[in-house]
Every structure is written in C-alpha cells, then in structure tokens.
C-alpha cells in the first residue's frame, strides 16, 4: 500500500486525507442515526407516563421539572419530548407550546443533520482531487527534460507520469463513490429519525392538549 502512495506522488495525500475524514463521518454518523441512540429503551414510555400523571394530578404537582431535565437529557429526541411537557407543566397555552416546540425542532434536526454536508462535499471534491493528479501526471510526462528537448525521454520519468494520472484517478473514484453512497444512505436515515421525532411528539402533543382545535 505504501508503495503505490508513492507510485501515485504528492496529489495522492489531500485523497488521502478526505478519506480518513469522510470514514470517521460515515462511522459517527452510522452510531448516531441508529433508532436506539434516538429513542432509547423506555423512553417514550417514561415521556408518555410522565404525560399521564401530569393530566391526572388534582391537588399539588406529581411531576417535577427534575423529572422533565431527566428525560431531556436521555436522547437527541429528549428535548423534544419534554419540552412539551415542560410546557404543559407550566401550564402554557397550546400555541405558545407549539412555538417553543418549533424552536427545539430545529436545534434537533441540525444535530441529525450534522457533518452530512460536509460527507456530500468530500463525495463532490475527490473526483476533482482525482483529476487534479492525473493532471499533474500528465504535467510531468510532457514536462520532463526529454519532452522538452524534442527527445522521447527516460521510461522511468514516462512511467511515473503514467502511474501518478491513473492512481489518482483510480483513487478519487474509489473515494467518490462510497462517499455518495454513504451520504445517500445516512440522508435517508436523518430524514426517517426527523419523520419520527416528529410523530412522537405530534402523538404526545395531542395528549398533552386535547382540546387544541389546531391539531
């Protein structure tokens, strides 16, 4: 391996380097987009009771708002959940709720869709990359002291021209295309935790406020 790095020359190492980057993205990404890192066990159930007892209390609080801290802090989607309880516990009214829910949803979905960008841009720049060596490559093939004197030049310099255009091509594609993949893939995710995040708290939302003619 070390030795077709250096086949390949200089262009081959800002590959090298998306390449590290976009699989540490691809893996952190993939741990967390998972369903259980973002509903994790009993946390619905623990939002969806914590619900209930607040709309069976009489007299005096049965929920406290440690309890709420406690479940936001569970999961990505925690602050979702209690926010709305939060809301309900202080007794806001349900379009007042719905507003400071619109601003937790869109902290959450920027946490889901965190470094996905730069995953779409490392997919978009290494075939670039690939083709700036090939360039380069060829640049010294025709550019060697051979070439320029009119004379056909050593076989080494010509192979080494050769091998630093098709490395860096065969690279930046083998980078590109994984990538795009990923980045495919791990959008699909994003969008169906967010669709997911959404109906939870839509389901808990109409819990919490039952008369609320806008839901």
Request: glycine share 8%.
């Amino acid at each position: 391996m070390y030795s077709i790095l250096l086949s390949a020359g200089w262009p081959i190492w800002p590959l090298l380097i998306i390449s590290i980057l976009g699989m540490a993205i691809a893996l952190e990404r993939s741990w967390y987009l998972r369903q259980i890192h973002i509903f994790p066990k009993n946390c619905l159930e623990t939002a969806f009771s914590l619900a209930n007892q607040i709309l069976s209390q009489k007299s005096g609080p049965v929920v406290n708002e440690l309890q709420v801290a406690d479940l936001a802090q569970t999961s990505p989607a925690g602050p979702l959940l209690a926010c709305a309880l939060k809301e309900k516990l202080s007794g806001s009214s349900p379009d007042a709720a719905l507003e400071e829910l619109q601003a937790i949803a869109q902290t959450t979905w920027l946490k889901l869709d965190r470094y996905l960008g730069a995953l779409a841009t490392i997919a978009t720049i290494a075939p670039l990359l690939g083709l700036f060596g090939t360039v380069v490559g060829m640049i010294e093939i025709f550019g060697s002291q051979g070439a320029i004197n009119g004379a056909a030049g050593s076989p080494q310099q010509l192979a080494h021209g050769i091998s630093v255009a098709l490395y860096n091509t065969a690279f930046g594609l083998l980078i590109a295309i994984p990538a795009l993949a990923a980045w495919r893939g791990l959008r699909a995710m994003a969008n169906q935790r967010q669709r997911e995040c959404e109906e939870f708290t839509r389901q808990l939302f109409k819990k919490l406020y039952p008369n609320n003619s806008t839901k």
